[in-house]
Nanobody, 117 residues
Framework: QVQLVESGGGLVHSGGSLRLSCTAS????????MGWHRQAPGKKRELVASITGRSNANYADFVKGRFTITRDNAKNRVYLEMNTLKPEDTAVYYCKLDSPLPRETYWGQGTQVTVSS
């Protein structure tokens, strides 16, 4: 069973920065696509950013230019650097792993990010 452990959430003022980390317990991390999703109260969970095993990144339009997703395959870790945070970025942020072998999806427990105005 793959486990994902997130850290780095917290409370920050508008315009501030946070870095989220997610560590995965799988030997196949380097071929998995990793992603960060978020869910605000009363809203659906949405994709924030994703990164393939070859470090090809994809971003939602609402974070382009502000957030950066990276990965360290040696540490089985994916990061989300969040800059110029806005109150509307407030949400629980979830780490997601898409494993190709076997074809499974795993989620972390989530970490709260709160941006005050």
């Amino acid at each position: 069973q793959v486990q994902l452990v997130e850290s780095g959430g917290g409370l920050v003022h508008s315009g501030g920065s946070l870095r989220l980390s997610c560590t995965a317990s799988t030997p196949l991390f380097n071929i998995a696509t990793m992603g960060w999703h978020r869910q605000a109260p009363g809203k659906k969970r949405e994709l924030v950013a994703s990164i393939t095993g070859r470090s090809n990144a994809n971003y939602a339009d609402f974070v382009k230019g502000r957030f950066t997703i990276t990965r360290d395959n040696a540490k089985n870790r994916v990061y989300l650097e969040m800059n110029t945070l806005k109150p509307e970025d407030t949400a629980v942020y979830y780490c997601k792993l898409d494993s190709p072998l076997p074809r499974e999806t795993y989620w972390g427990q989530g970490t709260q990010v709160t941006v005050s105005s």
